[in-house]
């Protein structure tokens, strides 16, 4: 599949390795080339601070009609120990506010680290990928993006759940300190 990933920082360096060890065509638009990039792809990824998705759903918001939309962020505050999220909100919840009425946005991979993406994996093990949305057909067109490039997909339900998950993203950037793993952990779900 072919996949848009707007922005050309650590996170889609790691989300664009994971895709494209699947055999997915993977073109990334920086924000600086976002005001002439023509997006065509079936799926796009915001991979860029939550701050910026605003302007940039703005810039391009009619090239994402009818497709599915990735959202990546953690809407930290500017001391990375809360979130700026109105209470009873998500940024995935604020963001599909911003998108055209049939776009379909996916909350997902917040909760993984560039450096985890880049390997695939911690401690052996394939990463975990929460996932959460409204449409069934875009929650499994994602899982499959997920599960094709070695990783484990993981519905976490509607994406009011976005909610829980942006709580869980942040818990692990703050957890980072205290267990001395430098970004180098993941959550896993084990049975």
Avoid at 56 to 83: F, H, R
Wanted: charged letters at 15%; aromatic letters at 4%; a neutral charge.
């Amino acid at each position: 599949m072919n996949i848009t990933i707007i922005g050309s920082g650590n996170m889609s360096n790691g989300i664009s390795t994971r895709l494209t060890s699947g055999g997915h065509t993977v073109n990334v638009v920086t924000r600086d080339a976002l005001a002439t990039a023509t997006i065509t792809d079936p799926v796009a990824i915001l991979a860029v601070p939550y701050g910026a998705v605003a302007n940039i759903v703005t810039t391009i918001k009619p090239q994402l009609s009818g497709k599915i939309v990735i959202d990546i962020t953690n809407p930290l505050n500017a001391t990375y120990d809360g979130l700026v999220t109105p209470v009873g909100s998500s940024a995935a919840e604020e963001i599909a506010k911003l998108l055209p009425a049939d776009t379909k946005l996916v909350k997902a991979f917040n909760t993984t680290f560039a450096s985890t993406l880049v390997a695939g994996k911690v401690a052996g093990q394939p990463l975990d990928v929460f996932i959460a949305g409204d449409d069934a057909g875009a929650k499994k067109t994602v899982s499959e993006l997920i599960t094709s490039s070695g990783l484990h997909a993981i519905d976490a339900g509607t994406l009011s759940r976005a909610r829980l998950l942006e709580a869980v993203g942040l818990l692990g950037i703050m957890l980072q300190d205290t267990l001395g793993t430098n970004f180098g952990s993941a959550w896993k779900i084990l049975s």
